[in-house]
């Protein structure tokens, strides 16, 4: 596929209004070929005019025609592994053969989306028929169903540039609810960027569905952000990035004459604790696998383990030497971006000036954006003392914290804001501190995992991709798994209506044959 490098207004090809840029390739520190336009105000403008435009003939259409249409994405996606994966590879450094896995992840997103779609459970129908002889008032009959938000605004995440990118789980999510979707891509990234919106764009074109169901939009700086956010037709955004960016975007939403949700998800550093009788057994073993998890993606994953928390004891030695015979024998790898890695040494220098200390450094960088893994070290009751050592270090780095006894372990797990994710390695011996340790950490973080890592993800029903602030804006939501489309969708009651004026899925003969919940049964 050539790259035109326009932005994509529905089935409108866009020059730059705000100049261009062009991809940088992270293993090399060199500019990509072609130049990629920019936009701004009136881009997003001419976005969200043409999303509302589409919104009512798209949340409209047929269960059967939107599950066609994300399938045929999914098609579309799976048509363009090979280039898609190679042109990320390109503007990432990330391996070439995790990103055709990323593609893959992301077509089956869409298939996953078209099944819920089709059985139509989302849609949480629910009928308490008249009682016209109630006493002692009658009851009218009323008929619930959800219906989509309106259109929505994606900010695609730099770090996993398909699977929560311009085709990732949050567009997908937002499409299977029937909104229309406006895509702000990441600049780190725009090659990748186009190739989806293309696959996407087909689909809406061989689905014969309006061109405004889908738009990709990209400027410089947070101009064009701030203006999707405040775009009076835009009715919810998805961001998944830094704290900092995500609640600018989520306050400003507060603050508009209508405001609207904004569906964040930001930082966790993903707290794992080895418990005593598991730290003696097999130290070394969750050592070695804790630090081989933080290491994927370069350390640049929003369930990278980053902070592991042990008593000092039998099997700690061994846990400290295993992980530092990993860090120390990591390979050197490119970041993300130049701004992700100038943040990634600034972080490192914060925990060290916050006590943390530099006990084992990765291989020696070789290319200028390349991160070097760090593992730090720190005691107890510094950090119960120091909450800048709880910060996220966004790259291949991790924290040990040394506990003196369990008391101090619990103590430390009351330190941690919201978290996506808490993990716990045990044997049937540690259960007692295990139970202790639970409702702490039930109230700061969305998942709970036992002996594994809590990456890579599952997409599934039970998924939970959020938790507790800064986690995420909004701890009743998942921003990954099926329930995802729950972001986007509202419900509505109709009451009194004849049958004929009821949505198909709420009449009285049950036409679609859905699962409906009749007088709470
Ligand atoms: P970011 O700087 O927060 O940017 C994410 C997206 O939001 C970009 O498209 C950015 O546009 C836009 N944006 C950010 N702040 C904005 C504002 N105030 N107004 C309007 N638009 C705004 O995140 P990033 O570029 O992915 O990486 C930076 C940091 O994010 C990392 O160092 C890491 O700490 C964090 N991060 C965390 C996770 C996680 O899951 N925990 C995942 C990815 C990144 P521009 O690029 O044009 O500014």
Same mark, same amino acid.
Request: positive net charge; aromatic residues 6%.
């Given at each position: 596929m050539k790259l035109t490098g326009h932005l994509l207004i529905g089935a409108d090809e866009v020059a730059a209004t705000e100049g261009t840029l062009k991809a940088l390739n992270p293993a090399t520190n060199q500019t990509i070929e072609p130049d990629f336009a920019l936009g701004g105000a009136a881009e997003v403008n001419r976005a969200a005019t043409l999303a509302d435009e589409?919104?009512?003939?798209?949340?409209?259409?047929?269960?059967?025609?939107?599950?066609?249409?994300?399938?045929? *994405?999914?098609?579309?996606?799976? &048509?363009?592994?090979?280039?898609?994966?190679?042109?990320?590879?390109?503007?990432?450094?990330?391996?070439?053969?995790?990103?055709?896995?990323?593609?893959?992840?992301?077509?089956?997103?869409?298939?996953?989306?078209?099944?819920?779609?089709?059985?139509?459970?989302?849609?949480?129908?629910?009928?308490?028929?008249?009682?016209?002889?109630?006493?002692?008032?009658?009851? /009218?009959?009323?008929?619930?169903?959800? *219906?989509?938000?309106?259109?929505?605004?994606?900010?695609?995440?730099?770090?996993?540039?398909?699977?929560?990118?311009?085709?990732?789980?949050?567009?997908?999510?937002?499409? &299977?609810?029937?909104?229309?979707?406006?895509?702000?891509?990441?600049?780190? +990234?725009?090659?990748?960027?186009?190739?989806?919106?293309?696959?996407?764009?087909?689909?809406?074109?061989?689905? +014969?569905?309006?061109?405004?169901?889908?738009?990709?939009?990209?400027?410089?700086?947070?101009?064009?952000?701030?203006a999707l956010v405040d775009?009076?037709?835009?009715?919810?955004?998805?961001?998944?990035?830094?704290?900092?960016?995500? /609640? &600018?975007?989520?306050?400003?939403?507060?603050?508009?004459?209508?405001?609207?949700?904004?569906?964040?998800?930001?930082?966790?550093?993903?707290?794992?604790? *080895?418990?005593?009788?598991?730290?003696?057994?097999?130290?070394?073993?969750?050592?070695?696998?804790?630090?081989?998890? /933080?290491?994927?993606?370069?350390?640049?994953?929003?369930?990278?383990? &980053?902070?592991?928390?042990?008593?000092?004891?039998?099997?700690?030695?061994?846990?400290?030497?295993? /992980?530092?015979?990993?860090?120390?024998?990591?390979?050197?790898?490119?970041?993300?971006?130049?701004? *992700?890695?100038?943040a990634y040494l600034k972080n490192l220098d914060h925990l060290q000036s916050a006590g943390a200390s530099l006990v084992a450094v990765g291989a020696v960088a070789h290319a200028e954006l390349d991160g070097r893994s760090g593992l730090l070290e720190v005691d107890g009751q510094r950090f119960l003392d120091e909450p800048a050592l709880a910060d996220e270090v966004f790259g291949p780095a991790a924290l040990l914290v040394k506990v003196r006894d369990e008391a101090q372990m619990l103590a430390v797990a009351r330190a941690f804001r919201g978290q996506l994710s808490a993990t716990l390695h045990l044997e049937d011996a540690d259960l007692a501190l295990a139970r202790r340790l639970l409702p702490i950490l039930e109230r700061r973080t969305g998942r709970i995992v036992v002996n594994a890592f809590a990456h890579p993800q599952e997409v599934s029903f039970a998924t939970i991709h959020g938790g507790p602030f800064p986690a995420s804006s909004d701890s009743r939501f998942t921003s990954v798994g099926m329930t995802s489309i729950e972001r986007f969708l509202r419900p509505i009651t109709y009451q009194g209506f004849p049958d004929g004026l009821l949505p198909e899925a709420l009449r009285e003969l049950n036409p679609l044959g859905l699962p409906r919940s009749v007088d709470g049964q």
């Open positions: 589409a919104f009512d003939h798209y949340s409209h259409t047929s269960l059967a025609e939107r599950s066609a249409f994300l399938e045929r *994405i999914a098609d579309n996606l799976d &048509a363009v592994t090979a280039e898609l994966a190679a042109r990320a590879a390109l503007e990432t450094g990330l391996p070439e053969a995790q990103l055709q896995g990323e593609v893959a992840k992301a077509a089956t997103q869409f298939r996953q989306f078209a099944d819920v779609v089709r059985k139509g459970r989302f849609l949480h129908l629910a009928i308490d028929p008249a009682q016209p002889e109630r006493q002692p008032r009658p009851r /009218m009959d009323h008929r619930l169903q959800k *219906i989509a938000i309106g259109p929505v605004a994606v900010f695609g995440a730099s770090n996993f540039p398909i699977s929560y990118s311009v085709a990732g789980g949050d567009t997908a999510s937002a499409l &299977a609810a029937g909104a229309t979707v406006i895509v702000k891509a990441h600049n780190a +990234h725009p090659g990748a960027s186009e190739i989806q919106a293309r696959a996407i764009l087909k689909a809406v074109q061989d689905s +014969h569905l309006p061109a405004g169901v889908f738009s990709m939009v990209r400027g410089a700086g947070n101009a064009i952000g701030e775009h009076p037709l835009i009715k919810a955004v998805t961001f998944t990035g830094s704290e900092q960016g995500g /609640m &600018a975007l989520y306050r400003r939403a507060q603050l508009r004459p209508d405001p609207i949700p904004v569906f964040t998800e930001m930082t966790s550093v993903n707290p794992t604790f *080895i418990l005593p009788q598991a730290l003696a057994a097999r130290g070394a073993q969750i050592g070695d696998g804790f630090v081989e998890r /933080m290491l994927v993606n370069v350390g640049q994953a929003c369930l990278k383990p &980053a902070i592991l928390i042990a008593v000092e004891g039998e099997g700690f030695a061994a846990l400290r030497a295993a /992980m530092i015979k990993r860090v120390t024998d990591a390979p050197a790898r490119p970041m993300l971006t130049p701004g *992700i890695q100038g």
